[in-house]
């Protein structure tokens, strides 16, 4: 499985994957996952917001164990961030069949649409839709770097968009839900462990900064005459280096777009992007609220407007520590229970049905890049524990 799907939406230059929703990898993507469930005699369909489903029983029954990920990247991103837990969750059906378990409750396999909101600036579109946390009025108006919205996509790859929204009839169908996911970061490296269980994500969230000033001629408008926005952002990039580093959190500025983004221009536009995140919400609106005032007094003092707009936020997410005891139990009660900075769709979820993660051992802590990396023999390890794990709900 991992041969097959190691070649698509792969960047030769770079050597990183671009699979972004509704384009052709994620089509590409989408068809390996109706073709694993094919092979397992699983019933497939595809939900209103674009979300695959694998289903072994009907799910119609109720109370079903569902586990999987997402299949789409982040630019340039790794091969294990959301395929791992697709390719295990179907690698662990396949362990419990050879062990002949029988199934009491229907078993999903689940790959989330759009999780790493690479193409629409929204991250987890698909379990926000579903949740009812993302409205379609919402969802219509998001947009690609080249204008064309999220509806459109979804229609030019071939789904309707005319029914997104609100799936409260198919959450209600879910006993639970487990995510397996490769760690990002070097909690389980450090502690010597293949496998740990999440205990909670960070609160976190994206926010836009819009610095407007002036555009001119680099070569001859004298820097007092300059209505330069790009200082203002340099200071801004600064500021959330040092207010992260006080208060223990995470800010990032990753993204930008420069207007005109010419060599000898001096800039009309500078749009950047804000990630920050922390382990508590009045921490995080700390760190927010002081890189905002660090923008706003550079921006003032050179002549630049600034607007910022959030664009995203989730809050702080506890995942129930029921199902959370419950896997550590069938594991043995010996692994590790770590928090993350990262957000996922089971997090999203977490609101409406009871949601667990487990966590694959990362060496070297990277993600969101080329050389993220998790061993065979910790990803096997990562399958058993997940299979344990269905075994131990489904099959009682």
């Known amino acids: 499985m991992w041969r097959e799907l190691a070649a698509i939406g792969r960047e030769t230059s770079t050597g990183g994957y671009r699979r972004y929703a509704w384009t052709a990898a994620d089509t590409d993507c989408r068809s390996w996952f109706r073709d694993q469930a094919g092979a397992r005699g699983l019933s497939h369909e595809t939900d209103r917001n674009g979300n695959q489903w694998a289903w072994l029983g009907d799910p119609a029954a109720g109370d079903a164990v569902v586990t999987g990920s997402h299949l789409d990247s982040v630019p340039d991103g790794g091969a294990f961030d959301g395929p791992l837990g697709v390719v295990s969750a179907f690698a662990a059906l396949d362990e419990l069949r050879s062990r002949g378990a029988e199934f009491t409750r229907p078993l999903g396999i689940v790959n989330f649409g759009d999780e790493e909101g690479a193409r629409f600036g929204l991250a987890c579109v698909g379990s926000r839709l579903t949740s009812g946390q993302l409205t379609r009025e919402k969802a219509y108006a998001l947009t690609d770097a080249d204008g064309i919205t999220l509806p459109g996509a979804m229609e030019a790859a071939g789904h309707d968009p005319g029914a997104i929204g609100p799936d409260p009839g198919r959450l209600a169908r879910i006993g639970a839900f487990v995510e397996l996911h490769v760690e990002q970061g070097r909690a389980l490296d450090l502690s010597g462990d293949r496998v740990g269980i999440a205990s909670a994500i960070w609160p976190h969230g994206r926010w836009r900064f819009d610095f407007r000033g002036e555009a001119n001629h680099a070569g001859t408008t004298r820097l007092a005459d300059r209505r330069d926005p790009m200082p203002a952002y340099a200071e801004t990039v600064l500021a959330a280096r040092r207010a992260a580093e006080l208060a223990g959190a995470v800010a990032t500025f990753g993204k930008i777009a420069v207007e005109p983004n010419g060599v000898n221009a001096i800039p009309s536009l500078v749009r950047a992007w804000l990630d920050s995140r922390a382990a508590d919400r009045a921490t995080l609106d700390t760190v927010v609220a002081e890189i905002e005032r660090a923008a706003r007094d550079r921006a003032r003092s050179d002549g630049v407007d600034l607007s910022v707009v959030r664009e995203s936020f989730t809050p702080v997410v506890e995942f129930g520590h029921a199902l959370r005891d419950e896997?550590?139990?069938?594991?043995?009660?010996?692994?590790?229970?770590?928090?993350?900075?990262?957000?996922?769709?089971?997090?999203?979820?977490?609101?409406?049905?009871?949601?667990?993660?487990?966590?694959?051992?990362?060496?070297?802590?990277?993600?969101?890049?080329?050389?993220?990396?998790?061993?065979?023999?910790?990803?096997?390890?990562?399958?058993?524990?997940?299979?344990?794990?269905?075994?131990?709900?489904?099959?009682?």
């Open 327 to 396: 896997l550590n139990r069938l594991l043995g009660g010996r692994v590790p229970v770590l928090a993350t900075g990262a957000g996922h769709d089971a997090g999203i979820l977490s609101a409406a049905v009871p949601t667990a993660m487990l966590f694959v051992r990362n060496p070297t802590g990277v993600s969101h890049s080329p050389a993220e990396f998790a061993a065979e023999d910790d990803c096997a390890a990562g399958v058993l524990a997940l299979a344990d794990v269905l075994e131990g709900l489904a099959c009682r």
